[in-house]
């Protein structure tokens, strides 16, 4: 049994993550401010091996104090604003929480030389902007277009240069599209795939922004969450992996398989394209594969029935 701290833990991807590890009996510690977050989203979980903070990781005070008493194993970083329009809308206050809150952890650990296994931070595809190399490799050129994308590859690259400056070991994971149980779809800036969803559930209008062609690597919660879990327990550090399913789809593709899959009528408009928006994210992933023999098991279809099924 282990000790993870899990920052954003109360979110999407973080709340189906700590599900996985108290189910393998480890004792989850969650810091989240609940901005996106829902205690709905943990509430499942056993509580005898979940501790819960509503906290902001912008409480430098309060994180130290908890790093150096906790002493975590494992530190899993996901608490953020996860939506590239909504560092568009608000560049600083994201930045902050983006970019800043995560280097904080990095110094903790540094100053009080804390022991920890590994600390892995969720970086994201966004980094690799609309740069015509496709499929994206980890050595691809990264053109990042919005703050979001700035302050993730600087966070990424604190964490590989505080790694072997200070022997912290440090893995960061770029995300592309996930999707599954637990998204919150309550905000104009939530992932597509919750928003579709909740417009299928409700016979809600959906609005595309741009023509509906830009391409996705839609990936299903389950293969991140194994991706994660994988890298932490493998001996993968100072390193970056792409985390996606490796085949992908336009949004006009998705939208006709969900309604398929729910066997439901949805109206959409369109709308101008939004600004900062990537037209084209595909994934290689072969690297990941290859460290940790890493097969994402779900295609678009397998994860759409999957995420209604969890959602009932
Ligand atoms: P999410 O919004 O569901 O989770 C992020 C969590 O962080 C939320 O629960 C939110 O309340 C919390 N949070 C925000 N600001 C905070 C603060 N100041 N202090 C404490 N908690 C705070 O999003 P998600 O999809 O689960 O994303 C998790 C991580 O993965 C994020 O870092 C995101 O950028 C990254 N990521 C997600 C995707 C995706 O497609 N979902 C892709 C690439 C990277
Ligand atoms: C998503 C993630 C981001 C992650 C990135 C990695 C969210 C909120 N965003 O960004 O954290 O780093 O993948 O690839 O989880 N769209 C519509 N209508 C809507 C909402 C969105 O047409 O109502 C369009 C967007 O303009 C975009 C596409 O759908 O073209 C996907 O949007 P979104 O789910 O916000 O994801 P990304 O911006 O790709």
Known sequence: MNKFLI??????IGSNLAEKLINAGNEVVIVDDLSMG???NIAD??????????ESITNHQFMEELLVR???DYIILLGAVA???????????????NQEA?????EVIRKNRLKVKKVLFASSAAVYG????????????????????????ASERYAMTYGKLYNIPTVATRFFNVYGPKQNPNSPYSGVLSIIHECLKNGKEFTVFGDGEQVRDFTYVDDVTEAVVGLLYSSAKWDVYNVAT?????????????????DKELTVKYEQERTGDIKVSAADISKISREIDYQPKYDISLGLKEYIRKSK
Do not use: R
Request: aromatic share 10%; glycine share 4%.
């Open 38 to 40: 829902l205690k709905a």
């Open 70 to 72: 906790e002493k975590f």
């Open 45 to 54: 979980l056993n509580q005898e091996l979940l501790t819960f903070y509503q």
């Open 130 to 153: 609309n740069n015509p190399e496709l499929p994206k490799k980890e050595t691809s050129p990264i053109e990042p277009l919005t703050p979001y994308a700035i302050d993730k590859f």
């Open 7 to 12: 920052t954003g833990g109360a979110g999407f």
């Open 246 to 262: 490796g085949k992908t789809v336009t949004l006009n593709e998705v939208i006709a398989a969900f309604k398929k899959v729910m």
């Open 102 to 106: 995560n280097i904080n952890v990095y």
């Open 83 to 97: 939506s590239v329009a909504d560092s568009v809308a608000n560049p600083y206050t994201t930045h902050l929480i």
